[in-house]
């Protein structure tokens, strides 16, 4: 039977994979590794027999333990250090996005007592590592929109001076937002109306049929980033054109159908491989 | 040559490179964190270096690499300096030994050190120098940090030394312990260890000047790599030469090495 060690965060976060790990757990020797209770130490090194990993969460202990797993051995870690690591970096995801040849919406880091870059702005945590959720504070202002996220500015407030920078996302503005799950070259996709319009009560997700630009854009993200899974927003400006405006490492496998055997199932090939 | 220069401060070592390298009849913008803009604006040097090791900087240098503009140091390296597990894994393929270490919640710490595995010593995660480093003789030296995680690395009782590196020039001072850069030294002869371990270290990486924190176990003779560092301040350089033009000349040559790869 082979072994599949799950690295996450703590006991909530086992539960939101319930049915990922019981599925799993048909197939294969399944182990669980908790960021809470683990301790990662250089010697005596912990020895790893597992065939594959799947991490769910973004915290440093995970990433170092990531980065142990694939320095001192040659399991395959899904998705990998640098995924991972990049995915919760704004400001670096955006730089390669954008490297890569992918629109991605203007945007600057700059100290936060300096003037807003663009008319219409987003303001967005510049590590996105903490499982909080997006609060935005919205204002019209002489008929521009400034949308600021409360976590960016509690880390931009944050007790350490160096740190007091906002990362600015120029304003798409756009009817739907896009999201795509992408399961290795599995696509599944859906809108919503944006959070934007509506922050207090966000109206479910829709499944849509394939959007072939989006198909192109989110296997050549995935492929930049180097992610295995993960989920990715755009919106359409009115131009027509999709701006990649967020995109996680570690999505919520539960919105798609059937999600937790279509992960378990992939997961199970790429031990094969 | 326009030259932009990403350092924490525009005085000590900055402060003295800006002044060799006007005098070399380059212009030299300074970005401090009062300044430093991370997008286009920020691309109208010819060349840039990465003076400080902190976040932004290091963003404002994969920027740069990114769009194809010569940077030195390396900004990933720069990195890989800066976070301990890391720099565990550089000193590791360097074949140059380090302490052992422990990272984790408070938690996994109390379940899982023994009383043999003290005396430790705290350090954080990202970052050199010695603020917040202290030694911990026991368990109960550790406070509780909700949802934070520690590092503790193994103290190793001995002699510490700092050795400075640029180009051929090595020059080992003796330290107290646990102390940054900017303590009192007192300089050493060069054992033939700190040659083969600066040797090796700039071999891998291709580094032509920093520093190693080295310490010289007392009960077994050993020396371990406790904390490299990328672009010390050099403020306790006791040898032969003047530190600025000996760096200034490197980075110049540099730029023209990195400008030829292009």
């Not at chain 1, 590590?127 to 202002?141: A, G, L, V, Y």
């Not at chain 2, 404002?60 to 940077?71: D, K, M, S, T, V």
């Not at chain 2, 010593?121 to 030694?135: A, E, H, L």
């Amino acid at each position: 039977m082979v072994k599949i060690g799950i690295i996450i965060s703590n006991k909530h976060k086992k539960h939101r994979l319930k049915a990922l790990i019981k599925y799993l757990k048909q197939k294969a020797e399944v182990s669980i590794y908790r960021e809470d209770n683990y301790l990662l130490q250089s010697s005596p090194r912990h020895y790893f027999n597992e065939d594959l990993f799947f991490i769910k969460g973004k915290g440093n202990l995970i990433l170092s333990l990531v980065k142990c797993i694939e320095k001192e051995t040659s399991i395959p870690t899904i998705n990998s250090f640098k995924g991972i690591w990049l995915a919760m970096n704004r400001f670096l995801n955006s730089v390669y996005l954008r490297k890569a040849g992918i629109l991605v919406p203007d945007y600057t880091l700059i100290p936060e007592q300096m003037k807003a870059p663009f008319k219409n702005f987003i303001i967005k945590n510049i590590i996105d590592q903490k499982s909080s959720t997006f609060k935005p504070k919205i204002q019209f202002i002489s008929g521009n929109l400034h949308v600021s996220d409360e976590r960016a500015v509690l880390e931009a407030q944050g007790s350490q001076r160096f740190y007091h920078y906002y990362f600015y996302q120029r304003f798409i503005k756009s009817k739907w937002e896009y999201k795509v799950y992408g399961i290795g070259d599995q696509l599944f996709y859906f809108k919503q109306v944006p959070t934007i319009k509506n922050p207090h009560r966000v109206k479910p997700k829709m499944e849509i049929d394939k959007i072939p630009e989006l198909e192109e854009l989110v296997l050549k993200a995935k492929d930049a980033l180097s992610l295995k899974i993960a989920s990715i927003d755009f919106l359409k400006s009115k131009d027509g054109l999709y701006y990649l405006t967020d995109i996680n490492s570690g999505p919520n496998i539960n919105t798609i159908e059937n999600g937790p055997k279509i992960v378990g199932d992939f997961l199970l090939e790429q031990i094969k491989k | 040559m326009k030259i932009g220069l990403l350092t924490k401060r525009t005085t000590m070592l900055a402060g003295k490179l800006i002044e060799f390298f006007e005098t070399n009849n380059h212009e030299v913008t300074p970005y401090t964190l009062a300044d430093l803009t991370i997008d286009k604006s920020l691309l109208n040097n010819d060349y840039y270096i990465l003076k400080s090791k902190q976040l932004f900087f290091l963003y404002a240098g994969y920027f740069i690499e990114a769009n194809n503009l010569p940077i030195f140091p390396n900004p990933n390296l720069t990195y890989k300096h800066k976070n301990r597990i890391e720099a565990h894994y550089l000193i590791k393929k360097a074949e140059l030994p380090s302490p052992d270490y422990f990272f984790g919640s408070y938690k996994a710490l109390k379940q899982n050190l023994l009383n043999t595995h003290f005396p430790l010593i705290i350090k954080p995660t990202m970052g050199s120098g010695s603020r917040g480093v202290r030694i911990i003789n026991r368990i109960e030296d550790l406070k509780p940090m909700k949802g934070q995680l520690i590092y503790l690395e193994k103290y190793i009782e001995g002699t510490h030394y700092n050795v400075y590196f640029i180009g051929n020039d090595i020059c080992a001072l003796e330290k107290p312990p646990l102390s940054d850069e900017h303590a009192e030294m007192t300089k050493v002869k060069i054992s033939s260890d700190m040659k083969e371990f600066i040797s090796k270290w700039t071999n891998r990486y291709d580094i032509p000047f920093g520093h190693l924190d080295l310490v010289r176990e007392e009960s077994t003779g050993k020396l371990y790599v406790v904390d490299p560092g990328t672009f010390p301040e050099f403020d306790n350089w006791k040898c032969e030469g003047d530190p600025v033009s000996k760096i200034g000349n490197i980075l110049l040559e540099k730029y023209k090495n990195l400008k030829n790869k292009k």
